[in-house]
């Protein structure tokens, strides 16, 4: 009975050690890190006027001094273009997925009925030129990883300040690999109140096992869920940077901004102090 008990406690220690081992984080890079510990316009500064990731939203965001959070997609030529949704019925009143569309059927639309077209990833860095940094969120679907060898060049002779995140570990695994010195991140909500029915998602991204593929240097976590066990283990653990999303009230804001472990908020809804 005895040798049984220790054989189970040896397991028990064992899967316990692996566990840990799997959700660990990339040792801090202070060097590499620099400049981007700051707070982000969400989709850019957006309101009245102003769509979402566009053109308007980013110079808005440049002129208060924001760094800008942005999320690329590919159209059906492989072109990148910065949007967010998977389907362009909320942004564009088009009932198609993004990815079913080419470039000159993207670029005829407009978004929420003004006169902003959905830009593509080139124009955004053209405008942004290194004034302030970005935070890159890469979309894309789970084993589909031909978005990363096409933003990588791009991101390559960009001269300014940027970062990459995304809840897709796949692609970040990508970057991992082939662009080791760029600054990845991984982004983190509760898969099991956002998505019940994928198991598997549930099981290895709510746990973080997933860090295992893309060892990212900061984890970027839905603010509602700070409080989860294992996302505080993780970060009491490991000690990644730490991105907090989204904040929509100053209240908020200003309370995490006192919280010295935070490296930075992506907000959206209000002003926020000027980071110039």
């Known amino acids: ?82 949007f967010h949704d998977d389907t362009l019925t909320r942004m564009c009143g088009v009932e198609k997925k993004f990815c079913e569309l080419h470039d000159e059927e993207l670029d005829a639309l407009r978004l929420n009925g003004t006169e902003y077209k959905i830009p593509r990833f080139d124009e955004v860095l053209a405008l942004v030129d290194g004034k302030v940094p970005l935070l890159v969120e890469l979309k894309g679907a789970i084993g589909d990883k031909t978005l990363c060898p096409a933003v990588a060049p791009v991101l390559d002779a960009y001269k300014g300040r940027y970062s990459v995140e995304s809840f897709n570990s796949f692609l970040i695994q990508w970057f991992k690999k082939n662009r080791p010195g760029v600054v990845r991140g991984q982004l983190y909500t509760y898969i099991k109140e956002s998505n019940p029915g994928n198991l598997g998602l549930h099981l290895f991204g709510d746990s973080f096992m997933m860090h295992t593929l893309s060892r990212p240097d900061f984890v970027a976590y839905n603010e509602k869920h700070e409080k989860l066990p294992l996302l505080r283990l993780c970060l009491a653990l490991y000690r990644p940077y730490r991105f907090v999303w989204t904040t929509r009230s100053k209240e908020r804001y200003e309370e995490l901004a006192r919280d010295t472990r935070v490296s930075g908020q992506i907000f959206e809804g209000f002003e926020a102090r000027r980071q110039k």
């Open 1 to 82: 009975m005895i040798p049984a008990l220790i054989t189970i406690g040896c397991i028990i220690v064992l899967l316990c050690a692996i566990y840990l081992i799997m959700i660990g984080t990339r040792p801090r890079r202070k060097k590499a890190m620099e400049g981007l510990e700051v707070n982000y316009a969400h989709r850019g500064y957006h309101g009245e006027g102003a769509p979402e990731n566009s053109l308007e939203a980013f110079r808005r965001a440049i002129e208060m001094g924001y760094g800008i959070e942005l999320d690329v997609r590919q159209s059906a030529d492989g072109t990148l273009y910065v």
